[in-house]
């Protein structure tokens, strides 16, 4: 079978950040560091771990500098995610997610099985849990087990407590291959919710939700040690409920537009975009300019692009093309201008390139692999 | 720099499709070799050439079977994708596209030094044709030129005769490192118009453009061989328009709910869907059921990906799953059972996986590999 081939990286360290090749995903250093330092001591204050979601940004590197700013682990959803941060250094990972493939499952084990590794899976029904229990058994390996709930994205999860029950009996049988670590209760659509209020209300419903689910399996002699939730755009929320142990928060590093949308929650620490995608001018009229940066540098299911540059609009984008116009007062572009925007999704955007050039001021300070899109499975 | 990882392809030649690993994006080579002769066939039949756009697959295997079925060459959008697809042994590559930043043009230029290669790039300004001389004259290449002209897009190209004029003469006075091989004459919208009347209308606005160009050039002396554009949904207009040259079809040999949805124009080949996304189910309940496929495994610009089984719906994406929902009399989805989707729009879709699984029936035919997301640099 042939190699994959192999595209240079944008940039090199040290580099002027105006001179790299483009398109290309950048990261504002210290606005990221600002965002991980900034949300980890309101978790901390909260008694909360955090649990950095690593779907986010797929890199390795910036995982590593989480869990240096206190992180106690990550969170993934995919195990190809997991072997990839995991061959990386990353020794503790909840993968967020219900893997039922027999091959995934064997997967999962084998990561399980290495020396130091803490993994933990999500499970919302009975089926899974045999075959993971036989691929742990098989390979000597032990995985912690989370039952995902819904706690009201209407997605994955059980509905009633009596299904927790079933599944939690079937874990115990399956003792020592697996142990029930506690709840996986995340409500994904309540992030972007635009109000605080509405946002609030979610999480309250979410968190006795967590509550019933936690009594009837304690109430059945299950320890439930943990119970894992809440994201970028309700954590002030999971962090005063008293219910959630840790947080799954993974855009707060990045940010991004759909983030940056939502009306600001007075508890919640203001933060940076530090993810943006640079361009380039190809081509330039009176009425528009076009950038090499299409579909294939932006994820657009959140909505398109915005110029970094407030008096420029983003018009369109084709595959490989933006159409941008200036607005009333807008400084020309010149041809071969390099332009920065921020992207509308950070995670579906980061995942369209091998690359993030971390840079501070105007120098590049790292270029930094992002896992390859095989990673999905 | 740390190397990129790597994640083992979903499929081996041989392996059943029901077993392969998901997300993978599959190809059903039985349907992509028929879309490649019928449209290559029209085109031939009309005395056109086709520049087969390698962007919307990416694919150097695919790439080498469309000039096996009679492409003259391929085109691409990026300097990038140029490169890999020389790697794998293309000869003759149309870099569709304005290429204006010094690097690129050294690449470029690097690229037609090698022996055997005819390299050609667009350029719609004065400015970057002295920087591509003076590449080439470093290099001792030669690349072609195509002037491009806004055939209707609103994109690139130029508007008026007037500045092609002004490039050309730009491009003789580069002789021997430059050479005008024609004109650039793409409207890439008019590919999605929905009615063959619509259609029909914009490529004969085209024409009329483009004629004027080329009488306007050869009336000042500069010969016009190539006339380059069209594509899968209006390619029957360019062919009988007796003004283009070649055809730059790309989707044709793939397919996708955006070019089914447009209305059929009687004198095209009927294309079937040979692209799709074979995705697993990870969860269900009585009102829905979840797929391990989502915003990383299908580009939504063109809206939502559809299930195969058309009692299957899918109601929504988020980043690695889909939620599907049963329509009055659907099957029932069994967990772990594999279900595939037809993608939304194939080229960006395409650009969300490292690899290709082609089959035929129900077996893995081989797997090839995708350039890398860094091609579009």
């Known amino acids: 079978m042939a190699d994959l081939p192999f595209v240079a990286p944008p940039a090199r360290a040290g580099d002027r950040l105006d001179t790299i090749d483009t398109p290309a995903l950048v990261l504002d250093l210290d606005a990221c560091d600002a965002n991980v330092a900034a949300l980890h001591a309101q978790a901390t204050a909260a008694g909360l771990a955090v649990r950095a979601h690593g779907k986010a940004h797929r890199c390795p590197e910036l995982a590593l500098r989480q869990l240096a700013a206190g992180a106690q682990g990550i969170c993934v959803q995919k195990v190809g995610e997991a072997e990839g941060f995991a061959a990386a250094g ?28 803490r993994i933990a899976v999500c499970v919302d029904d009975p089926e899974p849990v045999d075959r993971l229990a036989a691929a742990c058994a098989a390979q000597g390996a032990r995985v912690d087990v989370m039952i995902e709930i819904d706690v009201g994205q209407g997605r994955c999860g059980v509905e009633q407590p009596e299904q927790a029950l079933a599944i939690a009996a079937r874990i115990a049988a399956a003792a020592p291959a697996l142990r029930l670590r506690g709840l996986q209760a995340y409500h994904g659509s309540a992030q972007h919710y635009r109000g605080p209020g509405e946002r609030a209300d979610a999480i309250a419903d979410a968190a006795s939700k967590a509550r019933r689910f936690r009594a009837a ?50 508890r919640a620490p203001k933060l940076r975009q530090a993810l943006g995608v640079m361009a380039t001018v190809i081509s330039r009229r009176a009425s528009h300019a076009v950038l090499d940066a299409g579909l294939k540098a932006f994820a657009v299911d959140s909505g398109l692009p915005a110029m970094r540059d407030p008096l420029w609009r983003v018009r369109g984008l084709s595959d490989e093309h933006a159409v941008v116009e200036p607005l009333e007062g807008a400084a020309a572009l010149a041809l071969d201008q390099r332009v920065m925007l921020d992207p509308g999704h950070c995670d579906p955007t980061v995942n369209l390139h091998d690359w993030i050039v971390a840079y501070r001021g105007e120098r590049v300070e790292a270029v930094w692999p992002v896992l390859p899109r095989g990673a999905s499975r």
Chains 1, 2 share one sequence.
């Open 90 to 117: 990353v020794r503790d990972i909840l993968v967020s997610n219900e893997v039922v493939a027999e091959a995934k499952l064997a997967r999962l084990a084998a990561l399980a099985a290495r020396s130091g590794m």
């Open 217 to 266: 399996l304690e109430t059945a002699g299950h320890e439930i040690a943990e119970i894992s939730g809440g994201g970028t755009g309700s954590f002030p929320n999971e962090a005063g409920a008293g219910v959630w142990t840790e947080i799954q928060a993974g855009s707060y590093a990045l940010m991004d537009l759909d983030y940056r949308a939502n009306d600001a929650d007075p």
